[in-house]
């Protein structure tokens, strides 16, 4: 698995890995199903909120154009091919920036410093950001948990978990626990600044306790679920802000058309 990284994830090759040294693989498959059916829970949510509008968006680029050229057809005479350049012009701020999205998520490498980089403007962005942060540390917790139920090394399951996290920015702030557990440090010793004090006070109960790893199982449910009213929070937001620009569009275009009207019967007067 680990010699096709464009197929498989970090995630999948050290879920895997893991269940082959604790001997649980099946267990741990089916972890991993259980992820991959909470992520594509969230997908659904996020399409359903945005399908609206995108066709609106897309009825709109066409229609309000179209609007356009009929009164400067009448008055200016214009063709089918500037009618095409309108409708062009009108989605290409809304393309651009869809390309470049879809270009992060399925061109840039999983590792190295691009993805660093883009990891890091990610997890800063307004909105998306705290949704990214909270569903890493889930997805951190919830492999550190398994790993260890699992019977493996604490050291092996903080570098497992490290390098399963969802964001660069959730490995910078775990990166030093491998290190203080293998001096016999307690995992918490190496937690790096961003950590909310909730996580950090459950996460040293369940050390004190002997239980981290149903600690860290409860953390990594209470942040999924965190993750996941975020991105919805998210896909109703983003709809009404797609609405509101959609109307400026087309208070523009009533605008533009009904100026031009009154200046032509101003001008035959």
């Not at 950090?200 to 369940?206: D, F, Q």
């Not at 790893?213 to 449910?221: T, V």
């Not at 031009?260 to 007067?269: D, K, P």
Request: glycine share 10%; net charge positive.
């Amino acid at each position: 698995m680990r010699r096709h990284p464009w197929t498989f994830t970090p995630l999948e090759v050290n879920i895997v890995e893991a269940g082959e040294k604790s001997g649980n693989l099946g267990f741990m498959v089916q972890q991993l199903a259980d992820w991959y059916r909470f992520t594509n829970r969230m997908g659904r949510t996020m399409r359903s909120g945005l399908f609206l509008p995108i066709l609106m968006i897309i009825a709109c680029g066409f229609l309000l154009p179209f609007i356009s050229m009929i009164y400067s057809m009448i008055n200016e005479g214009t063709t089918i091919r500037d009618y095409l350049a309108a409708v062009g012009r009108f989605f290409l701020p809304f393309c651009v920036p869809v390309a470049v999205v879809l270009g992060i998520i399925y061109l840039t490498p999983q590792r190295g410093p691009i993805r660093w980089l883009l990891d890091m403007v990610v997890i800063h962005i307004p909105g998306v950001g705290g949704a990214i942060k909270a569903l890493g540390l889930s997805r951190y917790c919830r492999v550190f948990a398994l790993t260890l139920d699992s019977g493996i090394p604490v050291h092996e399951c903080s570098e497992i978990a490290s390098d399963s996290a969802l964001n660069a920015g959730v490995k910078r702030i775990f990166r030093r626990v491998p290190e203080c557990t293998r001096q016999g440090q307690p995992a918490s010793e190496g937690f790096g600044r961003g950590l909310p004090r909730q996580f950090v006070e459950i996460w040293k109960v369940g050390e004190e306790t002997g239980d981290l790893d149903k600690s860290a199982l409860k953390l990594a449910d209470h942040y999924a679920e965190t993750g996941e009213n975020r991105l919805a929070a998210l896909a109703r937001w983003v709809p009404r802000l797609i609405y509101f620009i959609i109307m400026i569009f087309m208070v523009y275009i009533i605008v533009t058309v009904w100026s031009g009207y009154l200046s032509s019967i101003t001008a035959g007067l």
